[in-house]
Each structure stands twice: as structure tokens, then as C-alpha cells.
């Protein structure tokens, strides 16, 4: 009888796509894929440290997983098994510690500890310079597909520790990226999200192509009805890859682009690497090209050093940049990151502010919505609850229809007729 394993994902689009790519590669090698929640033979669990929080959540992750079954292999992976892989490797309930390196090994790496052998996994990710590839039949979701086309990141933010997780940018080459591209047209998706840890690094390290070159032969593919980017760093946006960009019909016109702080003096203890008037400028030419585009964000509130002036530089500069969306985050300090010596602002001050800013997000998010009432616009439909059926537009705009079953994962136009209670609502246009 197959051997039941259980997959967990923590965090990030990224950590989604190698639990998927995992979940694959045991299907192949004949196990029997199923629910984290079930009693398994083997857990995996793929780990998440950007915050000490989610230290904290991956460890309760693995010990449920043994609550569960006692006897079952539980394997443990990704950013937080790999800089804490000391402290992981010795927790009593983990079987295979194995970070974010070898992972294409972990089937046979599994079957070696289910055979009773001790095996010490441990890699230094700062000395792996070659992308590792996970192809992955993005079974989590339907109407949508990650693909995976870089790893690593050099930018050294000061809250960060996932440059110690991941190491350096390693990109992922283009064939191989149009290969899994292909793939998964074939399979029905019609949207890809091209993801990565530092997607706007894509190439910095081969010098082979950029990032718009892989976007412009991804939409190349047939059957592929939409091509959307996970989050990017501003730098990505040159005058060059803006132009080239807005000229690809099937990208969608929606960009999740990092601010973390609207003050410069904030950025700067931050460690990253623009000023909050290159970014504004950066999004006027976005939407010169792009008028429709929706600029997603996330923005870290109560960062050591900040004053209540670059708190409310934040504030105003939010309102100006008319942000879609805004993810609002109290900081949370990461031992082994510069920032977490600084000196700390008291909790209680950091969920102060972030609610806060979390109100003006808010008629933001309102304002933006709002101004597409009596528009039409083409909407990938994704599942249906309750009285209606609901899906994404290219901008991020989720409109809910009268509940029609037959428009799961097909694209549709609709008008959309009004906006209440936080929702847009239309109808489809024959």
C-alpha cells in the first residue's frame, strides 16, 4: 500500500510553488499525496522565517504534524530549516532537515531516513551559485500557475534575513521556463504567475537574458491568456522595460511593487536602494504607459528609528501615490538581521501606526474600486460561493456575477455595474 504524505506550505508564492513541485516529484516516485490535515506516513513542511513569528509557526507546524501521527517521517524545509538549521535539525520531531538546497534530492533523501539512515543535509546556501530546478504542475490551484524562474536575493535589506535563506540570485534558464510555460498551457491554465525571490534580479547573474525578454516569449506561448508578475523591486522599472512591457497585450496590468516606507530617512536605515521621489516618478511612468494599471503594496510601520514626522511622511505619501492595495505590517524584528539591533519602538506604537495606515489603505483600496464602476472589463473567473460567482480582472479587481457555474477558468467581459459593501458586482457581457 502507498505511503500517504501530507504537504505545508508557509509564507510566500514561492514556498507554494516547491510544496506543488514536491507534492509531483512523491506522485511520481508512487506515494499517495494528500492534506497536511490527514493522519500521514510522511509530513513535509516547508518552512518560513522572514519573521520570528514565522520561526514560531514552523515550529508548531512540525510538532502538529507528529501530534498526528507519532510514527510518521516528518521532513522539514525551506527558509527556515535552512538558517536555523541547527536548531531545526535537533528538534525531536523532525526526521530530514533539509533548507533550500537539494531539495530536488527529497524523495530520495526521504526514502533513506525511512530506512533508518541518519542523514545530514546541511548545504551553505551562500556558496550555490546554480538555480535548482522544481518543475511543478501548480496543483493548488486551477485557474491560475506559478512558475518559478529565479532564486535567491543580494539586496541585504536591513529587516531581512531571507538573502542567509536563499543565497545569492540564481536564475533560472529560459528554456527551462518556457518548457514548464508550455506545460502548463497544455494542462488548461490560463493565467502564469512568474515568481521568485528577487524577481527583478532575474539575470543579473547569467547575463543571458533579462527579465522582459522571459516575459515577452512567455506570451508568446499559445494558450496562455495572461502573463502576471509576483512582487518586484522598483528597480526593475526602467524607462526600457516600461515601454516594452505596456506593449504586451496579455500582461496583466497589475504590479506588486515593495515600498516598505514613505519616508526617505526610514528607507535609508532600511537599506534599500531608492528614495521615495524615484519611486513616485517611477509610478507616474507606469501610468502614463499603463492608465488603468493597479499598484499593489506593502509598507512596514514602527521601524526602528522611525519618528513620528516619518510617520506621517509615510501617511501623505501613500495618499499620493494612490496605492490599489496596501499590506500593512507592524515591524516584526528577525534575529540575524542589522535592523533587529536598533533600537526597538515598543509594540503597542508599531500596531498604533500600522492601523493607522491601515485605515487610509482602506479608501484607497475604496477609492480605486470605485473609479471602475461602469466600465467594462475582462474578468478570469475563479469559483463560485453562495449567489455568485466571482474572478480577477488584469488589475487585480475581484468582481462578483450572478452565480454561473459554466465560467470557472474561462475569461469573460463584464460591465461593472456597482459597488457595495466593500465588493464590485457586473454583469457578463454577451
Known amino acids: 500500500m502507498a505511503k500517504k504524505v501530507g504537504f505545508l506550505a508557509l509564507g510566500c508564492k514561492v514556498n507554494q510553488y516547491e510544496a506543488d513541485a514536491y507534492a509531483a516529484m512523491f506522485k511520481e516516485a508512487g506515494f499517495e499525496t494528500a492534506s497536511f490535515d490527514d493522519v500521514c506516513d510522511i509530513y513535509v513542511i516547508n518552512t518560513c522565517s522572514v519573521t520570528n513569528l514565522g520561526d514560531r509557526k514552523s515550529r508548531q507546524m512540525i510538532r502538529r504534524a507528529k ?34 538546497s537539494l531539495r530536488s534530492q527529497i ?13 545530514n543535509a546541511y548545504v551553505d546556501i551562500m556558496k550555490v551559485r546554480q538555480f535548482e530546478e522544481l518543475e511543478c504542475e501548480s496543483i493548488t490551484e486551477r485557474t491560475r500557475a506559478n512558475i518559478k524562474i529565479q532564486d535567491g536575493c543580494d539586496n541585504f535589506c536591513s529587516y531581512c534575513i531571507v538573502p542567509y535563506a536563499r543565497g545569492p540570485v540564481r536564475s533560472r534558464g529560459l528554456e527551462s521556463i518556457l518548457k514548464e510555460a508550455r506545460r ?27 527579465l522582459i525578454d522571459v516575459i515577452e516569449k512567455v506570451c508568446e506561448i499559445e494558450g496562455i491568456e495572461r502573463v502576471r508578475l509576483s512582487s518586484i523591486d522598483p528597480v526593475a522599472f526602467t ?74 511622511e509615510t501617511k501623505a505619501f501613500a495618499q499620493k501615490a494612490r496605492f490599489s492595495k496596501i499590506h500593512v505590517f507592524p515591524y516584526s524584528e528577525r534575529k540575524g538581521t542589522a535592523a533587529a539591533n536598533m533600537p526597538q519602538h515598543p509594540m503597542p506604537l508599531r500596531e498604533k501606526r500600522a492601523k493607522e495606515l491601515g485605515l ?43 452565480k454561473n457555474e459554466e465560467l470557472h477558468d474561462k475569461c469573460a467581459m463584464v460591465k461593472v455595474t456597482h459597488y457595495d459593501n466593500n465588493r464590485l458586482y457586473g454583469t457578463v457581457v454577451d
Do not use: W
Open 67 to 100: 501530534q498526528k501521527n507519532p510514527k510518521a517521517i516528518v521532513v522539514a524545509t525551506g527558509c527556515y530549516a535552512q538558517v536555523g538549521y541547527s536548531e531545526v535539525s535537533k528538534m525531536d520531531e523532525v526526521d530530514l532537515c533539509l533548507g533550500t
Open 107 to 119: 524523495v530520495t533523501l526521504t526514502k533513506k531516513v525511512m530506512d533508518g539512515e541518519d542523514i
Open 184 to 210: 502548463i498551457a497544455a494542462l488548461g491554465f490560463k493565467e502564469v504567475v512568474l515568481t521568485g525571490i528577487s524577481v527583478a534580479s532575474y539575470g543579473k547573474d547569467t547575463k543571458e537574458c533579462t
Open 239 to 312: 524607462d526600457e522595460f516600461i515601454e516594452r512591457i505596456s506593449a504586451l497585450s496579455k500582461v496583466c496590468d497589475h504590479f506588486h511593487i515593495s515600498l516598505q516606507s514613505g519616508s526617505n530617512a526610514v528607507l535609508k536605515n532600511m537599506n534599500r536602494k531608492y528614495t521615495t521621489e524615484e519611486y513616485l516618478d517611477m509610478l507616474n511612468r507606469i501610468r502614463l504607459k499603463m492608465p488603468h494599471v493597479g499598484i499593489t503594496t506593502d509598507i512596514i510601520e514602527g521601524f526602528p528609528l522611525e519618528t513620528e514626522e516619518n510617520f506621517l
Open 360 to 402: 487610509i489603505a482602506d479608501n484607497l483600496k475604496a477609492e480605486f474600486e470605485k473609479s471602475f464602476v461602469g466600465k467594462t472589463l475582462e474578468v478570469l473567473f475563479e469559483q463560485t460561493k453562495g449567489n455568485f460567482t466571482d474572478g480577477l480582472t488584469k488589475n487585480y479587481l475581484r468582481i462578483f456575477v450572478d
